[in-house]
């Protein structure tokens, strides 16, 4: 840790970082004009070599998902930069936008000139009003110094970025959605394939990649793959499939600790690592009760499983669902988890487009039966209703279009599972009649509940 430097967020603290003079001082933009003097094969060869995985949660290799656009394309290819960000815990992408916009709008060219997209949409989060003008101001900057347009440093390659701003929808940041929303149309994500490299905005090809993903594409194209991989986490050899976590990444850390905030670590510090170390350890004198792990969608840490490396395989091997966006949220000794699953619950109830049966009856129930518990009507029988929810909805057991009810589900099996005497000693002392009871109840009028 001593020997990392920082390259994500190294110019943040500086005066008008969020500028063009600035940010040309620090080399900005020597990158982008080397990049226009060669190939776009030379950077996807680049790029998949220092085995970039996407930030945005799914992890996917970036130079490979590039390699899926169809070879002489007529065009025109769309780039769609996603920066929704829209998972409870999550604001790296904000401050990469807010504090150095040009670092993610360099990454972005480079990213478009690999693809042969001649525009892009960059897709922002509807909530995010500071960045917004932040990027278009940087946006501006460009076009006035010639980095954008028409024969870019006479280059032959033109692109145009334009700033669309986003439905203020947690489905918008699936990238289906994502397109859906785009074209003026109600955010339902699409049924796949085809998938959006071969049929994506406006039925043309497309790439959609996060915010800081590009921002790394910036920093490989100027320092090299090796220097990528020389941080992070190698293939585990029992495992085929998993190709390794490399390079940088931006943690978020809030909840109760010390000093939550946005840092930059190597990808594989372990979830103590960056609560003691970075965030300067649990708050108030408390002691740690559980952590979610990357964003509220990939489940929950107990405080003895603190030791989880926060890599793109580590969570997994802990019963979550995987590093999402590495948006740590600590929760201390006081916090119930009745109450944390009810919160859950009801933002995933509430976010779910309602396109898929499972997703919309799925979160609506665990709502329905979390409120109940918390109402002092819960039964034992409950806890096994809501496993069994969790269990069956989403993409991995194959009933769902996208994965907004895998993330509703691993809360569920998470909390419950892991904490299941808290949950049992919260319903057998709020329903001492009831709680044996396994006959089918009535709804409650949830109008009366005062909760």
């Known amino acids: 840790m001593s020997s990392f430097e920082p390259v994500l967020l190294a110019q943040i603290d500086k005066d008008d970082s969020h500028t063009l003079p600035v940010y040309e001082k620090s080399g900005g933009y020597k990158t982008w004009k ?14 998949k070599a220092s085995a970039l995985r996407g930030r945005g949660g799914a992890g996917f ?90 024969d870019i440093q006479g280059s032959g390659f033109s692109l145009d970025i334009y700033l669309h701003r986003g439905a ?21 994500p699409r049924i796949k394939p085809p998938f959006p490299a071969i049929e994506g905005a406006f039925r043309k090809p497309t790439v959609v990649n996060n915010v800081e993903t590009v921002a790394c594409v910036r920093h490989i194209m100027d320092r090299g793959a090796d220097w990528f991989k020389s941080m992070g986490v190698p293939p585990d050899p029992a495992n085929p499939r998993d190709p390794g976590s490399f390079g940088p990444k931006l943690y978020c850390l809030s909840g109760h600790v010390e000093r939550p905030g946005c840092y930059e670590a190597p990808l594989g510090i372990t979830v103590n690592e ?50 999402g966006t590495a948006a740590v949220v600590v929760m201390d000794e006081t916090v119930s988890m009745v109450d944390f699953l009810h919160n859950s619950a009801q933002f995933f109830s509430h976010e779910s487009c309602g396109q898929c049966t499972p997703c919309r009856e799925g979160t609506s129930w665990s709502l329905k039966i979390l409120k109940r518990i918390r109402a002092g009507k819960g039964r034992l029988l409950d806890l096994e209703l809501l496993l069994e929810i969790g269990d069956n909805i989403g993409i991995i057991p194959g009933t769902t279009i996208c994965g907004l ?17 808290e949950f049992e000693t919260y319903i057998k002392k709020t329903n001492p009649d009831g709680y ?16």
């Open 34 to 47: 080397q990049v226009l003097q060669g190939t776009p094969t030379e950077v996807i060869d680049v790029v």
């Open 61 to 150: 290799p970036t130079g490979l998902k590039w390699t899926f656009l169809p070879k002489d394309h007529p065009g025109p290819i769309y780039f769609c930069l996603n920066a929704d960000e829209s998972e409870p815990g999550t604001f790296n992408n904000r401050i990469l936008m807010e504090e150095d916009p040009h670092q993610v709008l360099e990454g972005l060219m480079i990213s478009c000139f690999a693809t042969g997209a001649t525009t892009a949409y960059f897709y922002m989060r509807y909530e995010y009003p500071r960045a917004w003008k932040r990027v278009q101001a940087a946006v501006d900057e460009c076009y006035a110094k010639g980095y954008l347009g028409k």
């Open 168 to 188: 203020a929808a947690y489905i918008c940041g699936e990238e289906t959605g994502l397109i859906e929303s785009l074209e003026g149309k109600r955010a339902w």
């Open 274 to 323: 960056l609560i003691e170390n970075h965030g300067g350890g649990i708050w108030k004198g408390r002691k740690g009760k559980a952590a979610i792990p990357g964003g509220i969608s990939m489940g929950l840490l107990t405080a003895d499983e603190f030791d989880c490396p926060l890599d793109f395989a580590g969570p997994g091997r802990y019963q979550c669902l995987g590093l």
């Open 405 to 421: 009810s895998d993330g509703a589900a691993w809360p569920l099996k998470n909390a419950i599972r892991k904490f299941r005497d």
């Open 436 to 451: 044996a009871n396994t006959d089918p109840v009535p709804a409650l009028d949830l109008a009366s509940l005062h909760h």
